[in-house]
């Protein structure tokens, strides 16, 4: 039986580290690649203040950007590739959806930011350590 792995992905480089670890580790494995839209993180994005129907449409049309890449670098991954967009708190969408759709394992970037910026901003890596109840595998 085949191996499901959620990757969840943001834009940064360790993000894509953790897909390419991923694929190499993992290749037969059906792979879920989850972004999350955070709507204040997206706020920050643009240079206006926009409603919430219009930070929904920029999520998504970044979120396409990024998993047009994924595609890209996964286009021969001999296992499954499926992509998926949530929105919401990315700790929390994460951990949600890998309980949801019975991962095995998850794979995530850790940031590597320092104790004080983890504290006032919260590490995604560390909550999802802390709370998934299945393996989880941070890269550096």
Not at 32 to 60: M, Q, T, W
Not at 97 to 121: C, K, N, P, Q, T
Request: hydrophobic share 40%.
């Amino acid at each position: 039986m085949a191996k499901t792995v959620l990757v969840p992905m943001d834009h940064s480089p360790l993000a894509r580290r953790a897909l390419d670890f991923a694929l190499e580790e993992y290749p037969e494995a059906d792979l879920i690649v989850l972004h999350v839209v955070d709507f204040v993180e997206e706020s920050y994005a643009g240079k206006l203040l926009v409603g919430p129907e219009e930070l929904r449409e920029r999520g998504r049309e970044r979120t396409e950007q990024l998993f047009d890449e994924v595609r890209q670098t996964a286009e021969s991954h001999p296992g499954g590739l499926r992509t998926v967009l949530e929105f919401g708190k990315p700790a929390r969408e994460i951990v949600d959806y890998a309980e949801d759709e019975d991962v095995d394992l998850v794979i995530i970037g850790s940031h590597g930011r320092s104790i004080v910026s983890r504290i006032v901003l919260g590490d995604v890596a560390q909550t999802i350590l802390e709370r998934a109840s299945m393996p989880v595998t941070v890269v550096r």
